[in-house]
């Protein structure tokens, strides 16, 4: 909860006019918005109000009629049937009953707005004589993701090839947003990165100057990445999904004549022009796994401890010059599931993982409604153990109603990276 600060502008003065006591002093609260604030009304003399009146408004403003914030009549009151509080304050004013006992009416009002600065008044119209007071609210603005005209939408983020062999570039994209936003990319620990200056476009509409703004960073460090898009004009700030860029990945894999890369190259020639020969040729290097179009597949890979707060990602073998296809990726809880970006378009909404399995070392993916184009090599590897492993799965997806030869399968040991 954010601080709030109470000032009074003087002294406790009070006149006597028309039958009720005023307060010339105006108390001043400033609390930030989306927290709490607690709005003071007390008798001096702390007698008992619980079978007393006291009611809450907000004065009309400008065009705006006055508002109903809390009324309590000796136990009744807006939060147990009594009728008539304005809709904007309905399930978020409080008060705390045994404070009554000492001649306490103060309200609490939660998650504020910033329409609910203003003026307030707590009057107690059955005392002799009758006492009101006054609480000026002053609620400051914070950043915040907000729907309103103009606000940028979320950031696309998207990993870009690099002429050089051990970096990777990141492009962050917003479109159509007024007024201009700041885009700002973070590692994962929430550091600020530098990056090349934006790219912007303006495109000039008829309710606004509209803004089309790049910002790409070259990263060589294997990460979890974000950007920012901030408009301080109107309070808005929005963050990406996360990506998963790895540098050291992208350039072990360009090497592609050595040890694993030869392999995989192989693999996928066979596996693309020669799939029933796949099981022969490789099958003392991998694990294979044969499926029928249209069903549902487990591609299996374990270690022999706990990976719930660890790491592990799935990919697919590329064509000649691109990266793999982004399969699965979980990392502490976080996945393609549930917050993470960069899952490759064809297998979004069709990869889950086995959350309950994790504490057994099982990090194997459930890939729904095969198609002929899934049928190919995959790694799952483990980056962050000791040493980091890798594994290798061949897939065969066969036609519906075909009759294939099913020469069994032999699976890889782990392989050090």
């Given at each position: 909860?954010?601080?709030?600060?109470?000032?009074?502008?003087?002294?406790?003065?009070?006149?006597?006019?028309?039958?009720?006591?005023?307060?010339?002093?105006?108390?001043?609260?400033?609390?930030?918005?989306?927290?709490?604030?607690?709005?003071?009304?007390?008798?001096?003399?702390?007698?008992?109000?619980?079978?007393?009146?006291?009611?809450?408004?907000?004065?009309?403003?400008?065009?705006?009629?006055?508002?109903?914030?809390?009324?309590?009549?000796?136990?009744?009151?807006?939060?147990?049937?009594?009728?008539?509080?304005?809709?904007?304050?309905?399930?978020?004013?409080?008060?705390?009953?045994?404070?009554?006992?000492?001649?306490?009416?103060?309200?609490?009002?939660?998650?504020?707005?910033?329409?609910?600065?203003?003026?307030?008044?707590?009057?107690?119209?059955?005392?002799?004589?009758p006492q009101r007071f006054q609480i000026k609210l002053i609620v400051a603005l914070i950043l915040k993701v907000r729907e309103i005209a103009g606000a940028s939408p979320?950031?696309?983020?998207?990993?870009?090839?690099?002429?050089?062999?051990?970096?990777?570039?990141?492009?962050?994209?917003?479109?159509?947003?007024?007024?201009?936003?700041?885009?700002?990319?973070k590692d994962n620990a929430g550091k600020n990165l530098t990056a090349a200056e934006p790219?912007?476009?303006?495109?000039?509409?008829?309710?606004?100057?509209?803004?089309?703004?790049?910002?790409?960073?070259?990263?060589?460090?294997?990460?979890?990445?974000?950007?920012?898009?901030?408009?301080?004009?109107?309070?808005?700030?929005?963050?990406?999904?996360?990506?998963?860029?790895?540098?050291?990945?992208?350039?072990?894999?360009?090497?592609?004549?050595?040890?694993?890369?030869?392999?995989?190259?192989?693999?996928?020639?066979?596996?693309?022009?020669?799939?029933?020969?796949?099981?022969?040729?490789?099958?003392?290097?991998?694990?294979?796994?044969?499926?029928?179009?249209?069903?549902?597949?487990?591609?299996?890979?374990?270690?022999?401890?706990?990976?719930?707060?660890?790491?592990?990602?799935?990919?697919?073998?590329?064509?000649?010059?691109?990266?793999?296809?982004?399969?699965?990726?979980?990392?502490?809880?976080?996945?393609?599931?549930?917050?993470?970006?960069?899952?490759?378009?064809?297998?979004?909404?069709?990869?889950?993982?086995?959350?309950?399995?994790?504490?057994?070392?099982?990090?194997?993916?459930?890939?729904?409604?095969?198609?002929?184009?899934?049928?190919?090599?995959?790694?799952?590897?483990?980056?962050?153990?000791?040493?980091?492993?890798?594994?290798?799965?061949?897939?065969?997806?066969?036609?519906?109603?075909?009759?294939?030869?099913?020469?069994?399968?032999?699976?890889?040991?782990?392989?050090?990276?």
């Amino acid at each position: 909860m954010f601080g709030v600060k109470l000032q009074f502008s003087s002294l406790c003065l009070c006149l006597v006019l028309s039958g009720i006591t005023l307060g010339l002093g105006q108390g001043v609260i400033s609390v930030t918005e989306d927290s709490d604030v607690v709005l003071p009304c007390s008798l001096s003399t702390k007698e008992n109000i619980e079978f007393k009146l006291f009611d809450w408004k907000k004065p009309a403003q400008k065009d705006q009629p006055r508002k109903e914030v809390f009324f309590y009549d000796a136990g009744v009151h807006y939060n147990n049937g009594h009728p008539g509080q304005s809709e904007e304050f309905k399930g978020r004013v409080f008060f705390s009953q045994k404070e009554l006992k000492q001649g306490n009416a103060s309200i609490t009002i939660r998650n504020t707005t910033v329409t609910d600065r203003g003026i307030y008044t707590c009057v107690f119209p059955r005392l002799q004589p009758p006492q009101r007071f006054q609480i000026k609210l002053i609620v400051a603005l914070i950043l915040k993701v907000r729907e309103i005209a103009g606000a940028s939408p979320k950031p696309s983020v998207t990993i870009l090839d690099h002429p050089e062999g051990g970096a990777l570039l990141l492009q962050c994209f917003v479109q159509g947003a007024y007024p201009k936003p700041e885009l700002q990319w973070k590692d994962n620990a929430g550091k600020n990165l530098t990056a090349a200056e934006p790219q912007v476009t303006e495109r000039k509409e008829k309710d606004a100057t509209r803004y089309d703004v790049t910002l790409q960073i070259t990263v060589t460090k294997t990460d979890y990445y974000s950007c920012v898009a901030t408009q301080h004009e109107i309070y808005h700030q929005i963050t990406s999904d996360k990506i998963y860029a790895s540098p050291k990945e992208k350039l072990i894999w360009l090497i592609g004549g050595l040890f694993l890369g030869s392999v995989l190259s192989a693999l996928v020639v066979v596996v693309w022009f020669k799939r029933h020969q796949i099981m022969r040729t490789c099958r003392e290097k991998v694990k294979l796994v044969r499926a029928e179009e249209g069903k549902t597949v487990v591609l299996p890979c374990s270690v022999k401890e706990n990976i719930e707060s660890n790491h592990f990602r799935w990919t697919k073998d590329a064509q000649e010059n691109e990266l793999p296809k982004e399969v699965f990726l979980y990392y502490k809880g976080n996945h393609y599931n549930n917050s993470s970006g960069g899952q490759s378009e064809e297998f979004k909404e069709r990869v889950k993982h086995i959350q309950t399995e994790l504490k057994d070392g099982n990090a194997s993916i459930i890939i729904t409604n095969i198609k002929r184009a899934d049928t190919g090599i995959y790694t799952c590897e483990f980056p962050l153990l000791e040493p980091p492993q890798r594994f290798l799965i061949g897939l065969i997806v066969d036609g519906q109603g075909e009759d294939e030869d099913d020469d069994g399968a032999t699976e890889l040991s782990p392989l050090s990276v």
